[in-house]
């Protein structure tokens, strides 16, 4: 279950996270048929491990945008939604362990074996194009921490769009090796997962022009008017809002971006937080994990692939959701006083 669990969480940072659950649930069909047992608890150790970094490391888009609006450094918000991932997975093993006592559901007769090769890549090379970006990006933010000038070559390695074409060119260099492709066969099976990402992209889009919207409405000024005179905790505002927009339209991706660009119209441009502003930005992907119910694809999808009814996928999905973001509330507002980062 641990292994999973971090399979799910590397997965998804680079990956959607429907995506994510549709590469690791074989495995975790596989394992429980070779046990017989623990089958709710591996689809709560993949689901719960691949939501983790879906909504708090970039480039998973919803945190990749929240960075971008909130104007954070993304090696800045890696590493801080990397470090704020350790309680939520140690969450998420005892959330699976103890509904994994108290549920008994039957394994789905079978599953699909597609796309596996009989040639696979080690594991080293496996992870290359998730770490290969991650490093890229992550050592160009510590080389500007540390030095007063860095040199610009630095910048470039850092890039995020050179970093992501990295990753990208090996994952393709290490599929066409892996199944033996020609130059023509692999960008013929490129075409469907090349679908996918457009579907990505287009969400992504569309919740970035409704958060502008939200923005030019204003909304912000709206909420400010609402609260004033009163004593308002941004970050406990971050994560209610982004709460509303993931339980109202079920699309975490759309809360996170929405959620942040109310809160930079609310914030203004000359805000003074006594903490900094990546931990507006944890508040509200937490925010994004409540609830999960019968409006997010990612519940049908689970509901489907397991053979869960509504109820077992509320017992099990839903409530992994909605423990992970009340938990990561409360892990906010401890690290926002004890390390404010400012």
Not at 87 to 108: D, E, G, M, S
Not at 314 to 325: C, E, I, K, P, V
Request: hydrophobic share 55%; charged share 10%.
């Amino acid at each position: 279950s641990l292994a999973l669990i971090f399979a799910g969480f590397i997965l998804s940072i680079p990956v959607f996270l429907d995506t994510v659950f549709f590469l690791l649930i074989p495995v975790g069909i596989a394992l429980a048929k070779r046990t017989g047992k623990d089958f709710v608890l591996y689809v709560i150790a993949i689901s719960g491990g691949a939501s983790i970094s879906h909504s708090l490391v970039p480039p998973t888009p919803g945190p990749l945008i929240m960075a971008e609006t909130l104007q954070i450094d993304l090696g800045v918000t890696m590493l801080a939604g990397i470090a704020a991932a350790v309680v939520p997975i140690v969450t998420v093993l005892i959330i699976a362990r103890r509904v994994n006592n108290k549920l008994i559901i039957p394994l789905p007769d079978a599953f699909d074996d597609a796309g596996r090769s009989d040639n696979p890549p080690s594991i080293f090379l496996s992870v290359l194009p998730i770490i290969i970006p991650v490093a890229m990006i992550s050592y160009a933010s510590i080389v500007n921490v540390f030095t007063a000038n860095p040199p610009t070559w630095v910048a470039f390695v850092g890039n995020k769009n050179l970093a992501m074409s990295a990753g990208a060119a090996i994952a393709l260099a290490l599929w066409a090796r892996s199944h033996k492709l020609s130059s023509h066969s692999l960008w013929k099976s490129c075409a469907h997962p090349l679908e996918v990402a457009g579907v990505i992209i287009l969400i992504t889009s569309a919740g970035g022009a409704y958060g502008a919207m939200l923005r030019h409405s204003g909304v912000g000024d709206a909420i400010t008017n609402v609260t004033q005179g009163i004593e308002v905790n941004y970050i406990l505002l971050a994560w209610g809002i982004a709460a509303f927009m993931k339980t109202a339209q079920g699309s975490s991706t759309v809360a996170m971006i929405t959620g942040s660009a109310i809160m930079v119209a609310l914030l203004g441009p000359d805000a003074e937080l006594p903490y900094h502003p990546v931990y507006i930005l944890l508040a509200t992907g937490f925010g994004a994990m409540v609830v999960s119910w019968m409006n997010d694809s990612g519940f049908w999808i689970v509901s489907r692939m397991t053979g869960f009814n509504e109820t077992q996928t509320l017992q099990t999905w839903s409530l992994t959701f909605a423990s992970l973001g009340i938990v990561g509330l409360f892990q906010v507002l401890l690290f926002s006083w004890l390390i404010p980062l400012v």
